[in-house]
């Protein structure tokens, strides 16, 4: 395993002498399958174009979703939710637009970079910049003001429907509660450990992943999350929205609520054994 992911043996629950070493990798693996199996399809991103995906990646930075649906309505209702509709309104028009989101003049600068990038680059239209191969257009979009690599990722796998992972903060925190990053891991480290691991094909463990008991809200299907993509462009659009739900429902920011959590059973056996209900994790 590369260096900064922590590469720890685990235990699922079997009998000592039937106990395995799993690689970090391996790891990563099981709790998308794990995850997968309780949870079912997440229906992401929850967009009717890949320029609403666009917007959604830029509005959602540094806030919650629930303001951006409040821009994007916003924008739908001044008929701006496409690239024409961006470059004819105004920038002042605009930062009203999206002021819900927050940081609205920054956003909506921002917005209007990203259509004039289109314009000159490739003369408006979208489908001509997702044609360029992953890395290409990875780094291209790395180059413009306000697209980190979160962002960039976002756009590329849910937009584009490039094979690209998202690593977010929800997944560092699921990681770094499970050994599987330390808070120094660089982004590019845990992207590229997780699309290995979800490259591998595998199921759970007998008696692994059951079904949650409670449902949780899923998106409605949307026409993002219905794009034709690769198995593996899924597995990632999959892994990302369930590490969402997960760090939601259960892997809070406080004291994580691991007794109704599905990847229980896949903590380190010392967080595992803790004795108190709501202390189960290394955090
Ligand atoms: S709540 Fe507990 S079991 Fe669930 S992901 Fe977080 S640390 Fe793991």
Redesign the pocket.
């Known amino acids: 395993m590369s260096n900064g992911m922590v590469p720890i043996l685990y235990t699922f629950g079997m009998k000592r002498e039937e106990r395995q070493k799993q690689s970090g990798e391996e790891m990563i693996g099981r709790i998308f399958r794990v995850l997968e199996r309780a949870m079912g399809a997440q229906h992401w991103w929850p967009a009717e174009s890949p320029f609403e995906v666009v917007l959604g990646a830029y509005l959602t930075q540094n806030t919650a979703w629930t303001n951006v649906e409040l821009a994007m309505a916003n924008l739908r209702g001044a008929g701006a939710m496409s690239v024409e509709g961006i470059r004819r309104t105004t920038l002042e028009d605009l930062e009203q637009l999206v002021r819900p989101a927050g940081y609205f003049r920054q956003k909506a600068a921002r917005l209007k970079m990203f259509v004039a990038h289109l314009d000159s680059a490739h003369k408006g239209l979208l489908e001509a910049m997702f044609a360029q191969p992953t890395e290409a257009l990875r780094g291209e979009l790395l180059g413009l003001t306000g697209i980190g690599p979160e962002t960039a990722d976002s756009i590329l796998l849910y937009a584009g429907g490039h094979e690209v992972f998202v690593v977010d903060t929800y997944t560092r925190?699921?990681f770094e509660?499970?050994g599987l990053a330390e808070k120094a891991t660089g982004y590019e480290e845990i992207r590229l450990a997780v699309q290995r691991a979800l490259t591998a094909e595998g199921g759970a463990e007998e008696g692994e992943g059951e079904q949650l008991s409670h449902a949780v809200t899923v998106h409605e299907p949307s026409a993002a999350s219905r794009m034709a993509r690769s198995e593996r462009g899924r597995r990632y659009n999959e892994f990302h929205a369930l590490i969402v739900q997960?760090?939601k429902h259960?892997?809070?920011k406080g004291t994580?609520?691991?007794e109704?959590?599905?990847?229980?059973g896949?903590?380190p056996k010392p967080?595992r054994d803790a004795p108190k209900q709501g202390r189960?994790?290394r955090?």
């Open positions: 925190r699921i509660r499970h997960t760090a259960f892997c809070v994580p609520k691991c109704m959590c599905p990847l229980r896949l903590l967080a189960l994790c955090v």
